[in-house]
């Protein structure tokens, strides 16, 4: 029996020494540091660098959101980074769609964010900007304010501008009379990447407009005042003073003029105006020869009448 407690008293050892050598290699293989003040950094220590290139390429973009809000000091913010899927649907439990890449628990004052190939690496700052408006916005305005303007004040507020890509997108949405209604918006986690990617396109197109149209004083007065006891008609025309079926005809008709000509960029259709353009150069340097030739004619004949 002595024999039998002093094996279990050695494998019980050899367990806790296992595990206080696991728990420090794992410390060893993550770091976490704050930044910023605010912001608190879980990361593998392999990507030390890529943090502290992303917190420079950001950190204007960080002022210019604690700026658009009007705050000084930000309660700390989590911020997560992981190279598996795996851990980053286990770090949430919402069952994510696969085209997603980061995800902010506002309430936990959390944000966690994939990077698991070069693709998602070069995403990394607009994502990481993206997730940190989330945060911001959950903080600063009293009621849940709908999808679209979440989403239109995270993608404006984390880029200058859309790209080429997006644009297209955009403009090929509008030649196929596909763009989708805003308040579909609320069901953004259930679309497929493509829909999902130009739901966000159009998000920003509407904060664009308004931001464009109305001044930031009136976005950040109109997500100050929203009351999801009133519909959107209510809340628009109470600090915009205007319906929000004007706001929707007037943006719409702002972005074909902004955006539908972008379809012409399409590769087919770029390949197609060229053609047309050739043909045209063609037809108009054969013209021109042959005026030329009838011109040299011309000449020709009336000089050999005068030799006569």
Partial sequence: MKNILLYFAKIAKFALLCFVLCSASL??????????GFMVFHYPVKQQPLMDELVKKTRMRV????SFFSVDSVRPVQIYF?????????????????????VAMASRRTVIIKISDAAEIERVPGVFIHELVHIFLYDYAPADIPV??????AQKLSKEQLTLEEKLRIGNALAGN?????????????????????????????????MREFGRDK???LLLGWDNSRGYDENFKAVLGIDYVDFEVDWYRWLKERYRWMVL?????FVFL???LLLAWAFLAVKRRNYKKRAYWKATDEQDFDNE
């Fill in 219 to 221: 976005v950040r007065a």
């Fill in 148 to 153: 679209w303007i979440h989403e239109g004040i």
């Fill in 63 to 66: 002022l210019a959101i604690k």
């Fill in 82 to 102: 992981t190279r598996f899927e795996e851990t980053y649907q286990s770090f949430t439990h919402k069952g994510l769609p696969e085209w997603s890449q980061a």
């Fill in 178 to 210: 596909y763009l989708i209604p805003f308040e579909d918006m609320d069901s953004l986690l259930t679309f497929n990447k493509g829909k999902a990617e130009l739901a966000y396109d159009l998000a920003y197109t509407a904060m664009d407009y308004l």
């Fill in 27 to 36: 410390q060893a293989q993550t770091a976490t540091r704050a930044y910023e």
């Fill in 274 to 276: 060229i053609f047309i």
């Fill in 265 to 269: 960029l399409n590769i087919e259709n």
